[in-house]
């Protein structure tokens, strides 16, 4: 018999035509096999029992990049074939993924490191199991020609390579190797190159010792780099690139070199060596011998972002530097990641003193990954069913960051209804996700969109969508937010744009994260985080909804209190600290905290209290607390206050006596923390900040065992990990069945994907 299979999702540019010509020459079946707009189509002469068997071991033995939304088989009039061959790409309805960039894979690794191998320490080595995708493509089909590797000319030994079906580098678009692809260069802040290929990186080196600060092109923009173990050099790019309290992430070698700087469990250890290789961040270890991570690495912090040399570039970096390096993004605050060379000399000269440059154009640029492992530890979590109460084991990897090796991802949904929607997101770490007849569409990280640069990368990021999928836009959706710019572009624009409560949708995106849309069931959420604004036009943050995906009644939330002075008070967090005194009317218990502060400041704070936007954020909570507990008394960066109260934590500072102390009260339905406040005030750092975030676990068991409903968590404020084995503790001791995120972030990057299922569920 004669059909056609036609299998769609992350099917092309992952070696999945050479993977199906194998396995059909295999079981001897006749055919041809091409990519086009849609994915992946094979025609073929195969018995029943023959197709059977093709299908079986396409879903066994499926790529390590490959994902199959749509595995589709019809009979079709008879045709002859002699063999069986690939034939080239033919154009079709534009519905193929752009995939993400991909770290170096373990096979090219070991070529990496052979002497035998014609790639050989070569930087830019990848195969059809890694290496780069969005930041070279320049239109669909992912072609060659379509990408910035067209310049480079193959030489015949990598001809054969992509020409062979049989080959891993089968059309691996980005192939090339030292006679034929990209090289590096080394720069001076002029622009002067004064080193090319291997030289140009032992020169580095040679910089990085002596305690400089250098720039390096990697897959999806340049990092700034310096020597981890240097005090001298990190204060030094802490002065330079003002950045003085958040943590950098520091790129190893290998797992072999960032064990002797950090703790990891088995599932840590998993992650960091995954294909994804994220930034990871654990704990750091208590080094006694005499390499030691800079203490500026990480500034009063017991955690560190680790990850690995994700290209064949840093590969050959370590082999002739053997400390670990800062590797941060390169950027100016706030800014997208930088990718060209003209930018970094015009907007990072005065930071870097020299960078390693390289021929190979990105188009798109993106941004490392970012994770942690819930508990470190593999977790046993109730699962209640009509019947019984099972335990399951289930890791909990969250992601703060979805970018390099995630995003874009493009997948088949559930839902068929015909149209193009566009969900515009949250203002602070966007993401924007699209619908389009049935497929989903979700943006790598982008930022935030206050920032001018940041804003003109999201119009840029989803032009490159719009044309390559020829979208036309029958929806907009966003938050209720009145002002946010991107919003009102598109009413400018004409469209009247649907809007959502920002909460409810960090809540809808965790169910399709969990593909619980439509269950029937009704949850109860914890939706917290630092700000996002109310249907009654406060700034809501603190929210407990019992919901589904067609809408949600507000049951509780944190008690409001004044954001004194606006937005300023969310850097000068002092502020939020006194606002809880006011409202707490505890002036006199507060004195010796008060009087840090002029007498004159009080009182002015005092008069406009009462005219400052209230809010319910358990995020500005964590802020007020954290300002008493840690003597903070401004941030300079996002998620300082709960690091620094997380840093303090030490369970054995928890009793039956203190937890009587600090614990949260509701009345009239909301959430109050004036005893744990109170108690804050007078008890020592350490054991006020253990006992806060334990009241804050236990109220959340309190709340979800009177409810009795399925749990969904989502927001920033549970991307405090600590915080977060307390709850997921607490729930599984208790029974209680509960859902976190999987791969879409807690934070505002999810909010895109939850505005867009609970558009698509009304229109149901």
């Known amino acids: 018999m004669s059909v056609k299979i036609e299998i769609a999702g992350a099917v092309q540019g992952v070696g999945f035509r050479p993977f199906i010509y194998r396995i059909c020459t295999d079981l001897g079946i006749k055919g041809e096999v091409y990519n086009d707009g849609e994915g992946v189509k094979i025609h073929a002469n195969a018995t029943s029992e023959q197709i059977a068997r093709l299908k079986e071991r396409i879903y066994s033995e499926l790529p390590p990049l490959a994902r199959i939304d749509k595995f589709e088989i019809f ?17 079709s309805a534009k519905f193929n993924p752009i995939l993400p960039d991909f770290a170096i894979c373990d096979d090219c690794r070991r070529e990496f490191y052979d002497p035998q191998n014609k790639r050989y320490r070569y930087p830019f080595i990848n195969c059809t199991n890694c290496g780069p995708r969005l930041s070279i493509i320049k239109k669909l089909p992912y ?140 704990k ?31 590969l050959l970096i370590f082999e002739y530097f053997n400390r670990p390096l800062i590797a941060t993004s390169a950027n100016i605050s706030g800014e997208p990641i930088i990718y060209d060379e003209a930018s970094l000399r015009q907007k990072l000269g005065g930071v870097i003193d020299f960078y390693l440059d390289n021929d190979r154009e990105i188009i798109t640029p993106s941004d490392d990954s970012v994770g942690f492992v819930a508990q470190n530890q593999t977790q046993s979590i109730a699962e209640i069913t009509e019947q019984n109460s099972q335990k399951i084991t289930q890791n909990f990897t969250q992601y703060l960051r979805t970018s390099r090796g995630l995003n874009p991802q493009i997948f088949k949904s559930k839902f068929t209804h015909k149209g193009s929607f566009l969900a515009l997101g949250a203002e602070l770490k966007n993401q924007f996700a699209i619908y389009k007849d049935g497929q989903i569409f979700i943006s790598p990280y982008i930022g935030d969109l206050k920032n001018i640069a940041t804003n003109v990368r999201f119009f840029a990021l989803l032009d490159i969508f719009i044309k390559t999928y020829d979208l036309k836009f029958d929806a907009v959706l966003g938050d209720l937010h009145p002002n946010f710019l991107h919003s009102k572009h598109f009413e400018n624009l004409g469209f009247e744009v649907v809007k959502f409560q920002h909460h409810y949708a960090h809540l809808v995106a965790n169910l399709a994260d969990n593909d619980l849309l439509g269950s029937g069931k009704k949850y109860l959420g914890f939706s917290f985080d630092g700000t996002g604004y109310g249907e009654d036009g406060t700034i809501w ?30 850097k000068n967090i002092y502020k939020l600290a006194i606002s809880l ?40 909570i964590f802020d007020a607390f954290a300002s008493v507990i840690c003597a903070l008394k401004s941030v300079s960066f996002d998620g300082q206050s709960g690091m620094s109260l997380e840093n303090l934590f030490d369970e054995s500072k928890i009793t039956s006596e203190s937890e009587k102390r600090y614990k949260f009260e509701i009345i009239n339905g909301k959430i109050s923390v004036k005893n744990a406040f109170l108690s804050a005030l007078k008890d020592e750092p350490a054991a006020a900040a253990s006992n806060f975030i334990n009241a804050l676990a236990k109220i959340m068991l309190q709340i979800a065992k009177e409810r009795n409903l399925e749990v969904v968590l989502s927001g920033g404020v549970f991307q405090n ?44």
């Open 75 to 91: 009979e079709i009039a008879p045709k002859i074939y002699s063999d069986f061959k690939i034939v080239s790409s033919q154009n």
């Open 721 to 764: 990990a600590t915080l977060l084995d307390l709850v997921v503790r607490n729930f599984s001791e208790a029974g209680v069945r509960f859902h976190l995120h999987k791969i879409t972030p807690s934070n505002d990057s999810g909010v895109a994907l939850g505005q867009l299922m609970a558009y698509i569920a009304r229109l149901k």
């Open 143 to 282: 072609d060659r020609a379509n990408t910035t590797m067209a310049k480079f000319k193959m030489c015949e030994f990598c001809g054969g390579e992509y020409t062979d079906p049989l080959n891993r580098r089968y059309h691996a678009e980005p192939i090339a190797c030292a006679k034929c692809g990209p090289k590096l260069f080394l720069k001076n802040k002029n622009g002067e190159i004064l080193g090319i290929g291997e030289k140009a990186v032992i020169r580095l080196c040679e910089i990085l010792s002596r305690g400089e600060i250098v720039a390096v092109k990697g897959l999806g923009g340049f990092h700034i780099m310096c020597d981890a173990t240097n005090e001298d050099a990190v204060a030094t790019l802490r002065i330079r690139k003002n950045r003085p309290d958040k943590p950098f992430a520091v790129m190893c070698k290998d797992y072999e070199m960032a064990k002797k700087f950090a703790k990891f469990s088995e599932s840590e250890k998993e992650l960091l060596n995954s294909q994804i290789k994220p930034i990871v961040l654990v």
């Open 541 to 570: 943050g603190g929210e407990v909804l019992e919901f589904d995906e067609f809408g949600y009644d507000r049951v509780l939330h944190f008690d409001e209190f004044a954001l004194i002075g606006g937005e300023s008070s969310i």
């Open 581 to 620: 005194i006011f409202k707490f009317g505890i002036e006199s218990e507060a004195s010796e905290f008060l009087a840090k502060f002029s007498q004159n400041e009080i009182s002015n704070l005092a008069k406009i209290a009462p005219r400052s936007p209230k809010t319910t954020s358990l995020g500005r």
């Open 284 to 314: 750091k270890s208590k080094n006694s011998q005499n390499l030691a991570l800079a203490r500026a690495v990480a500034p009063n912090l017991g955690k560190v972002g680790i990850f690995l040399a994700n290209t064949g570039i840093h």
